[in-house]
């Protein structure tokens, strides 16, 4: 085997992201605009708050798509898929223990005993 044939081959097996000047150039000025323009709504009041908060959210879910493909670089190719799999088994972890939670104190709140005054005298 050759030397430009052992150099080939490393290159083919480099399916990862390569992080450029500009890649990072782009991902820090899609950060600012995902950044300034919910400040710009918050602070002009320009929308209600109902909206306001949609778009805030909205634009923060965008936001952290782009710090993972820009800053952290992560894609289908890098590692072989296996972060991209652990992101995706992570977030489904996070959902799921969100939802119990929410569903525990929901069921908690309304199976709770009364706390009026009246009704705790009139308690057995």
């Known amino acids: ?10 290159h083919h097996d480099d399916l990862g992201y390569h992080a450029t000047v500009k890649g990072y150039a782009i991902g820090f000025v899609l950060s600012v605009v995902l950044t300034a323009i919910p400040f710009w709504l918050v602070m002009t009041g320009a929308l209600p708050k ?16 782009v710090h ?11 590692e072989g898929g296996w972060s991209l799999l652990a992101l995706v088994f992570t977030a489904a972890l996070v959902v799921i223990m969100l939802a ?8 908690m709140n309304t199976n709770m005993m009364p706390v009026d005054a009246h009704q705790m005298r009139n308690m057995p």
């Open 68 to 78: 993972m493909i820009y800053f952290l670089h992560m894609n289908a190719k890098a």
């Open 1 to 10: 085997m050759s030397t430009h044939d052992s150099h080939a081959e490393a």
């Open 100 to 107: 119990g939670s929410i569903w525990v104190m929901y069921h």
């Open 50 to 65: 109902q909206a306001t908060t949609f778009i805030i959210v909205a634009f923060a879910a965008v936001q952290m798509v």
